[in-house]
């Protein structure tokens, strides 16, 4: 079992930044965060593999920064240039391994692939 405590949202105006953390009891190969905003389904935003490969939204590339501490067991998520439309509950999330202990090629579309999850954490962009 995994616990995920995720840290770091607040309410920021457009064009404002955030950082998001998420520190896991132990170690996971495949971790990635999600979104959620009212009346929407929950989105992948970004995910990093076991070897530091990562892959973004279309939404969110060039702004978003997902990166990992392995020493520490931390996941951040460094956002920039907020928009509106990125307010949302942002999920950490870990466990989604394909054979051979990667994360599965779909998993930032896959958010049922993955084992563990955080309580979330809430950002908030105003104009």
């Known amino acids: 079992q995994v616990q995920l405590v995720e840290s770091g949202g607040g309410s920021v105006q457009a064009g404002g930044s955030l950082r998001l953390s998420c520190v896991a009891s132990r170690y996971v190969a495949c971790m990635g965060w999600f979104r959620q905003a009212p009346g929407k389904e929950r989105e992948g935003v970004a995910v990093i593999d076991r070897d530091a490969s990562t892959k973004y939204a279309d939404s969110v590339k060039g702004r978003f920064t997902i990166s990992k501490d392995n020493a520490e067991n931390t996941l951040y998520l460094q956002m920039n240039n907020l928009k509106p439309e990125d307010a949302a509950m942002y999920y950490c999330?870990?466990?989604?391994?394909?054979?051979?202990?990667?994360?599965?090629?779909?998993?930032?579309?896959?958010?049922?692939?993955?084992?563990?999850w955080g309580q979330g954490t809430q950002a908030t962009v105003s104009l």
């Open positions: 999330a870990a466990g989604s391994l394909a054979a051979g202990g990667y994360c599965y090629s779909d998993a930032i579309s896959r958010p049922g692939s993955f084992r563990y």
